[in-house]
């Protein structure tokens, strides 16, 4: 059974910075891609970065330039550093592991920015 641990989500203040990490645990295998998904309150959920096998990486619009995903293959683990947070970053953060023919999600973590 295959699982995704996150943790380091929080409340911090507008400018403030927070990193996020994965883990996984259980056998995994042929994960080409990590990333991480956010979900506030009323929207859909949506990518916020990935990072395939090699060095790939892909952000969206919003977070580009703050936001830098990393992984690490031989711990089976992705992070999220945020920096320069800003309300709207305000969601629930959730990584995925992408597979061939299978995707793993973690339970999410809360990240709220306010002052």
């Known amino acids: 059974q295959v699982q995704l641990v996150e943790s380091g989500g929080g409340l911090v203040q507008p400018g403030g910075s927070l990193r996020l990490s994965c883990a996984a645990s259980?056998?995994?295998?042929?994960?080409?891609?990590m990333g991480w998904y956010r979900q506030a309150p009323g929207k859909e959920r949506e990518l916020v970065a990935t990072?395939?096998?090699?060095?790939?990486?892909n952000y969206a619009d919003t977070v580009k330039g703050r936001f830098t995903i990393s992984r690490d293959n031989a711990k089976n683990t992705v992070y999220l550093q945020m920096n320069s947070l800003k309300p709207e970053d305000t969601a629930v953060y959730y990584c995925?592991?992408?597979?061939?023919?299978?995707?793993?999600w973690g339970q999410g973590t809360q990240v709220t920015v306010s002052s």
């Open positions: 990072a395939r096998s090699g060095s790939s990486t």
């Open positions: 995925n592991f992408q597979g061939l023919s299978v995707a793993y």
């Open positions: 259980g056998s995994i295998f042929s994960i080409y891609a």
